[in-house]
């Protein structure tokens, strides 16, 4: 039986927040505070206590599950924290600390994950079947929803399009291969390319938000366009999902879904090139929603393995 409230946890680097949703799938309470990651490990901890503890009180204490979305994921080898944007967090048992701490088991789940889980239930995908993910901000993130059941596989790297190779002698990961998508779309490696090719130092989001572009910075903004095709038609030559959700930061550019898409149906292995690429619904609410929907169903939303 389903609990009557659902509380998410959604653990980013510069903030924590927190969302409950009743069983009709309405949020009736969020809130949010400052993650100050520069204060180590245990003072996170003490900021993720802190914000379940007011989510808690709000219903107070009624019958509740709790479920936390975090950048990067939990080893299936050995239970700890790894590629955290929350540097501090890498290599610590965090799921395990946690629920000392709150003296509660849930579930925990990869950001991205959390992401297309929501919008594949509330969200931009409800009336799709088989949704494929994607956030395209900092780094590059994906997650894969079949009939609303979460697919996260045996290595629980399924959706990790990010760090698939598109050019083995591109510019070098922080995973240590060279050439992966991430070091090519992401709003890191856009702002990278900006560098080295016009020495200037602009965030992805203003680049890409110009009305005009010189002829230096269209050829930036064009080989944007073309990564950012190659990798999304690779994806749909492979799986070919119903539909293709678009989060994070760069997702608000609007001529992703123009030329961009443009960019994508040219490499598309089919006649009949139809994958709708679509913006997100839920805006930056979908990460934490995706996290109580992840404790509120537990187990039932994975399909293919378990933590």
């Not at 509380?7 to 009709?24: S, Y």
């Not at 990961?173 to 060279?178: Q, S, T, V």
């Not at 550019?253 to 913006?279: A, C, M, Q």
């Amino acid at each position: 039986m389903m609990p009557k409230y659902n509380i998410g946890i959604d653990l980013g680097g510069t903030k924590i927040e927190v969302a409950i949703i009743n069983k009709k799938h309405e949020v009736i309470f969020r809130d949010r505070i400052n993650t100050e990651a520069n204060k180590g490990p245990s003072h996170i901890l003490n900021q993720i206590f802190f914000i379940y503890e007011l989510a808690t009180n709000y219903i107070k204490n009624a019958d509740h599950s709790l479920g936390i979305g975090t950048p990067g994921s939990i080893s299936a080898k050995n239970g700890l924290l790894r590629n955290s944007n929350t540097i501090c967090l890498n290599g610590l048992p965090l799921k395990s600390l946690i629920e000392k701490r709150l003296n509660k088991k849930f579930n925990i789940e990869n950001d991205a994950n959390c992401f297309t889980l929501a919008e594949a239930v509330m969200g931009v995908a409800t009336n799709y079947k088989f949704v494929f993910g994607i956030i395209i901000g900092t780094g590059c993130g994906g997650g894969i929803v079949i009939n609303k059941q979460l697919r996260i596989g045996p290595q629980l790297i399924t959706g990790e399009w990010g760090h698939s190779i598109i050019n083995s002698s591109g510019p070098k990961c922080y995973c240590g291969k060279h050439g992966c998508i991430e070091t090519y779309i992401s709003g890191t490696g856009l702002e990278r390319d900006i560098k080295e090719r016009l020495n200037q130092h602009l965030s992805a989001k203003n680049f890409l938000n110009q009305k005009i572009y010189t002829k230096d910075e269209q050829k930036i903004v064009n080989r944007f366009y073309y990564y950012f095709g190659l990798s999304l038609s690779n994806i749909i030559n492979i799986i070919d999902p119903d539909i293709i959700v678009l989060g994070g930061g760069l997702s608000n550019h609007k001529k992703l879904y123009s030329f961009g898409k443009k960019e994508v149906y040219k490499n598309i292995f089919s006649d009949y090139r139809t994958t709708p690429i679509k913006k997100n619904k839920l805006g930056d609410s979908a990460g934490v929603i995706g996290a109580a929907l992840i404790g509120a169903r537990g187990d039932d939303f994975y399909n293919g393995c378990k933590h």
